[in-house]
């Protein structure tokens, strides 16, 4: 995933959707290396998180891509897939954590390659010129490309009126530019001191790792000292897994459901592109 986790135990709603359309006897096949062998795209390789029988999987966190989605990336997992397996069409399936989103898409071997070779030949075009998207935090040009960096002077930052809808959607474009090239300069500016160098004014900060523990193996050594109700102070419900595994055994619904307390939303700001041509 391009982002960390908010929270580890979503992971477990990953894996719940999974199930739903991967059997537990299936060959899994964990972040195998995907490259295409024939067409425009030949050579060109990437790692998909998961795939088994004819789905391919991968796992997103924070907000969700508005439509398509990721569906060039997984385009080009799929053909090289379906070049290798000699598979007709794959369904991809674009799983964001954070959001508890589901998005899925069947994929024919000709939808995969002329995604591919569109790109492909965009990009080897002389005349062509790279522009600005929500995929650049990823690129490793992104430091140096004049669609992030040329034609922004101070000056452009000081001269919208934020109260104005239409200015502050301007404004929004010019900052979700710079902050992917101050995204891109940070980690070029880890990576220096991570080596040995030395950065003027900076320095690493240590900050500790999470601490964890198997709850089995915390029971079985505190529990009986402990007693019931000083062990479960300590202690979180993961919702997900108990809702699955209630529903294994069980017909009913689950019935503390009425005592379960949510938290606020929360809103992720993204580029609405419902609107731009075709």
């Known amino acids: 995933m391009e982002n960390s986790v908010s929270d580890y135990r979503l992971i477990d709603w990953g894996i719940e959707q999974v199930s739903k359309f991967v059997p537990d006897d299936a060959l899994v096949d964990v972040e195998p290396r995907m490259e295409i062998t024939t067409g425009k795209g030949k050579g060109i390789y990437g790692y998909a998180d998961l795939i088994a029988g004819e789905h391919i999987v991968d796992l997103k966190s924070g907000g969700i891509a508005p439509e398509p989605g990721y569906r060039a990336q997984l385009s080009g997992y799929a053909l090289?897939?379906?070049?290798?397996?000699?598979?007709?069409?794959?369904?991809?399936?674009?799983?964001?954590?954070?959001a508890k989103y589901h998005r899925y898409y069947k994929v024919t071997i000709e939808e995969a390659r002329e995604t591919v070779d569109s790109i492909v030949s965009a990009h080897l075009d002389p005349d062509s010129e790279p522009v600005a998207c929500s995929f650049c935090k990823w690129c490793k040009h992104n430091l140096t490309c004049p669609a992030l960096v040329d034609g922004i002077e101070d000056e452009d930052m000081t001269n919208f009126d934020l109260t104005k809808p239409q200015q502050l959607s301007e404004a929004l474009v010019l900052a979700k530019r710079l902050k992917v090239w101050c995204e891109a300069v940070e980690k070029a500016a880890k990576t220096h001191l991570n080596n040995g160098g030395d950065l003027k004014g900076w320095r690493f900060q240590k900050r500790s790792g999470r601490e964890s523990i198997d709850p089995k193996a915390a029971h079985s050594e505190l529990y009986s000292r402990m007693g019931s109700d000083k062990f479960m102070e300590a202690c979180s419900v993961n919702l997900t897994k108990l809702r699955r595994i209630w529903s294994e055994f069980y017909q009913e619904d689950l019935p503390i459901e009425d005592l379960i307390k949510r938290s606020k939303d929360t809103f992720a700001l993204v580029e609405d592109k419902t609107n731009e041509p075709k």
């Open 80 to 98: 090289a897939y379906m070049e290798d397996t000699f598979r007709d069409y794959v369904w991809c399936h674009e799983l964001y954590i954070d």
